[in-house]
């Protein structure tokens, strides 16, 4: 029971991350929230590692939150405009 | 340990929360990513935590170790690599704000223009 609590609030933050992808007026709003929601997604995974009992689940969130970081900087230099080497 | 365990997540899920809140309601980029990105960094690491505790110290737990630390070094390194980039992209501040000392920085001097 308490577990569909813990999963009902994740999902209802990340429908909010995900509005605020829609809705951002500029491109580093949207690049936030993509961020926020990537972040979230690694506690859901680690929520559904303890449903399951099955480890992998958490394989998937340490890939996530990497992969998330990675197009957080990418994009953060995109938006400064200036090139990776710099 | 499962009870302390069950606390910590919940008490991250509800840090989650309040994050999300922020990044809905707050005014402009800057107020978003500092609330979004401190709340939802904070509650993430606690559910960890907190499912190590759970589980204790099996493969689940070690990995939910491993990610915790992993996230606490990115997440405040990837929010400052944003918001120097939408500084310097020229996205403007909330008509509210009363100061911009990064601005001040770069242009050597103060500026003045209160809101």
Same mark, same amino acid.
């Given at each position: 029971?308490?577990?569909?609590? #813990? ?29 926020? @929601? ?5 506690? @859901? ?23 998330? #970081? ?17 | 340990?499962? /009870? ?23 005014? !402009?980029? $800057? ?9 939802? =960094? ?6 960890? +935590?907190?499912?190590?505790? $759970?589980?204790?110290?099996?493969? +689940? ?12 070094? =990115? ?19 909330? /008509?509210?704000?009363?100061? !911009?000392? $990064? ?6 001097? /103060?500026?003045? /223009?209160?809101?």
């Amino acid at each position: 029971m308490i577990w569909w609590m #813990f999963f009902s609030i994740l999902a209802l933050s990340g429908l909010m991350c995900l509005y605020r992808v829609g809705a951002g007026p500029t491109p580093p709003d949207r690049t936030v929230a993509i961020d926020i @929601f990537g972040t979230l997604v690694v506690g @859901f995974c680690a929520l559904l590692g303890i449903i399951e009992g099955r480890d992998f689940f958490l394989n998937i969130a340490i890939a996530w939150a990497l992969l998330s #970081f990675l197009g957080t900087v990418a994009l953060a230099k995109y938006l400064e405009g200036r090139g990776f080497d710099e | 340990m499962s /009870e302390i365990g069950l606390v910590l997540i919940s008490v991250g899920v509800v840090f989650d929360l309040f994050g999300c809140i922020g990044l809905v309601r707050l005014p !402009d980029i $800057y107020n978003r990513l500092q609330a979004a990105t401190k709340c939802v =960094t904070l509650g993430t690491c606690m559910i960890l +935590i907190g499912v190590a505790f $759970y589980t204790g110290l099996d493969a +689940i737990g070690v990995k939910a170790i491993i990610c915790a630390v992993f996230i606490l070094l =990115t997440s405040p390194t990837g929010a400052h690599a944003l918001a120097r980039g939408s500084h310097r992209s020229g996205v403007p501040l909330w /008509e509210g704000s009363v100061g !911009d000392k $990064y601005r001040e920085d770069k242009e050597g001097g /103060e500026v003045h /223009e209160e809101a």
